[in-house]
């Protein structure tokens, strides 16, 4: 029993020893060896695609052995080959690296060389330690650029018409690759089977075809690019071609205009004239109202029975009315387009302005007599009463008349002496700004002040004319003009 006993104390303590083993090797598991030491030269600065680079590295220590060489570049596979299958486990050599330069590559670019050894952890895992070195190197193409020339059957062609067109690669010494077209007007497609027949050779002719656009014209520009296949070097070049309508465009004309001005609620008559029908034919005929204002600006009366003959052919003129609004004055352009079965189309506007009212003919010389009062301490006839002149008003078409001296005389009066305003100071006075009214239109006089107009009217029966202003200093004078 004793015996017994003491087997199982050496078994306990057995387990005992053995776990505090295990223990320690987990935490302190043996120190990896240091990564390779090494010194690295290249072959070569300056190289061109395809050339080959030598890169020496010379291993100084690798305690845990030489066992392969990685290279990482531009490139997405790198082409290189290496000496490393006579050095493994070697601690010190000289590893030789070939790198083949990609044709792609060009400028400044660099290359990674690593040297890596062989080791595990203490799980047995992969620990492996590597030392990089990196070569600086500047590349230029190996190869010149492709050369070809762009060109047409036809130098121009009617819309909606097509035109045979040849690339011809003259010389592409790194083998043709990609050939891309397009056309800024129009379609192009280039035959795959010319495009096909042509890859990898340093010359060859593609063609294609042109189409021009249903409806536009102009001149359609054909782009071309060649890139060829080692380097992917691409050369640009192009091509014009004028793309035109088959007719003259359409020659018609507004005619017989009753006038450009019409008041609210009035009206103006015209004639929409076809001058001559081309061998194409009308196809459509719009008549449209555009203004700035965003207001609908009244509305144009025509027969559409006599629109659809002008479209026939069976009649050369129309009468067009337009009606002007009730309450909205503005300017409204009358926009006329006739469009040819070829597409093409002509446009023309009449300029139409609303006014108030419908105004009467004030132009003529007056009597004039002014009051005011200055807010200037200069004027010596401050106030002013029954100051007497003499003003002209002159027509300025759609209710405006210019006043040759809007104060008559009364600023000249005031700041003559004071301050050599001796000058006339012309205004308009407007019929219709508001509808059977009259009023001075505000402006700036020559001390940059605003003038305004603050009541006025208009005596049908004698014709006399009456308005006050007011300008920006607080000065303020009524004129009574009387026709002479």
Known sequence: MKKLYNY??????????????????????????????????????TVSGGDEVSFTLVVSDAPAGIDSVSVAGPDDAPIFTSNVAGLLGQTKGTVEVKYTVPYTVVGGFEVTVSVWDSQTDSKGKDASKRFDETFGLVAKYAFDAPTFSVSTNDAALDHNDSTKVTINITSAPAGIGQVLAFSSLGTITLSEEDIVAAEGN????????????????GTATISVSVIDKLQKRESKGSSTVDINYVCTAPDFSITNVSDVNTTLNGSVDFDLEINSITTCGIDTITLELIDDTGAELGELTYSNDKLDSLIAGTLVSMPVVYDAPANER???????????????????????????????????????????????????????????????????????????????????????????????????????????????????????????????????????????????????ATTVLTPQ
């Open 330 to 476: 503005g300017v409204v352009d009358v926009v006329i387009t006739v469009i040819d079965e070829d597409y093409h189309a002509s446009e023309e506007k009449l300029q139409i302005t609303i006014i108030g009212c419908s105004a009467p003919d004030i132009s003529g010389t007056y009597d004039a007599v002014s009051s005011g009062t200055s807010t200037d301490g200069c004027p010596a006839n401050n106030p002013l009463a029954g100051f007497v002149g003499t003003v002209t008003l002159s027509a300025a078409g759609s209710g405006n008349y210019t006043i040759d001296d809007a104060f008559s005389g009364v600023y000249i009066e005031w700041y003559g002496s004071c301050y050599g305003y001796t000058f006339k100071t012309p205004a308009t006075i407007n019929f219709c700004t508001q509808a059977q009214g009259l009023s001075l239109v505000t402006f700036t006089d020559a001390f940059d002040a605003t003038v305004s107009d603050t009541g006025s009217s208009y005596d049908a029966g004698t014709g006399v004319i009456t308005y006050s202003w007011e300008n920006s200093f607080g000065d303020v």
């Open 8 to 45: 199982l104390l050496i078994g306990v303590f057995a387990i005992l020893v053995i776990s505090c083993v295990d223990d320690f090797e987990d935490a302190n598991p043996p120190r990896l060896l240091d990564a390779p030491e090494l010194t690295g030269t290249q072959s070569a600065d």
């Open 202 to 217: 340093e010359s060859g002719i593609i063609t294609g075809m042109l189409y021009a656009p249903e409806k536009e014209v």
